[in-house]
């Protein structure tokens, strides 16, 4: 079955630092690729996505290259702000009669200034 | 453009009560999506619809849950009766039929006590 595995939080690190969180996945065929985001309190919202190989998707400073060589969707921003602190969650879509998402179990990012 | 509509935000219901979450999608979306997030977790498909068709309800635990989306847009999810274990966040989301890119609603965040 599909299944997605991140980092384990939580991520803390110093305004303007550099940012990685890792994630790889295994699905059959050729997945589309996600990265969410939740804020506290709130539902997710799309941050970015890729639908195919070596596809970069990309939003907000947030970037993620689909690698299929290496089953994995690492989400990298350059410099973060005390506003990016929420819970990221990668999640596929392999579609093909499968349903829904398949989702990480979240990567919780601190932000400190 | 209006996102998807949950309601109520939270719910607080004592054990064995009934409770039931609603949700509109976005307009035009004919693929409606309920998700279970547990506490640290990711989201997990309860079932999808398209158009008023349930086409997946295996993740759904049928001798308390139910659903309904009578008219392919405004659609339903009941528990009856709520146990302590319920205790999550319901979240609602929609796609166009076919689509690969899911919105999310806000949630609502059961407490069973």
């Known amino acids: 079955g599909n299944s997605v595995t991140q980092m384990e939080g939580p991520v803390t690190l110093s305004e303007e630092a550099f940012l990685t969180i890792n994630c790889t996945y295994t699905?059959?065929?050729?997945?589309?690729l996600f990265w969410y985001v939740q804020y506290p309190g709130e539902g997710l919202q799309l941050l970015l996505k890729?639908?195919?190989?070596?596809d970069k998707g990309s939003n907000k400073g947030f970037e993620a290259t689909y690698r299929k060589e290496t089953t994995s969707f690492h989400l990298e921003k350059g410099s973060v702000q005390v506003s990016d602190s929420a819970v990221y969650f990668c999640?596929?879509?392999?579609?093909?009669?499968?349903?829904?998402?398949?989702f990480g179990k979240g990567t919780h990012l601190i932000i400190q200034p | 453009e209006a996102g998807v509509v949950q309601s109520p935000r939270y719910k607080i219901i004592e054990k064995k009560q009934p409770v039931a979450f609603w949700c509109n999608p976005i307009?035009?979306?004919?693929?409606l999506y309920w998700y279970l997030q547990n506490l640290g977790q990711g989201p997990e498909l309860l079932i999808r619809?398209?158009?008023?068709?349930?086409?997946?309800d295996s993740q759904l635990p049928k001798d308390r849950f139910s659903a309904e989306r009578l008219k392919g847009v405004d659609s339903t999810l009941k528990i009856q009766p709520a146990e302590l274990g319920d205790s999550a966040v319901y979240l609602c989301?929609?796609?166009?039929?076919?689509?690969?890119?899911?919105?999310f609603g806000p949630g609502t965040r059961l407490l069973v006590l």
């Open positions: 989301a929609s796609s166009l039929q076919g689509g690969q890119t899911q919105y």
């Open positions: 699905a059959t065929g050729y997945p589309s």
């Open positions: 890729a639908t195919k190989a070596d």
């Open positions: 999640a596929l879509y392999s579609g093909g009669g499968a349903d829904g998402l398949t």
């Open positions: 307009s035009g979306h004919n693929t």
């Open positions: 619809y398209e158009n008023e068709e349930a086409v997946d």
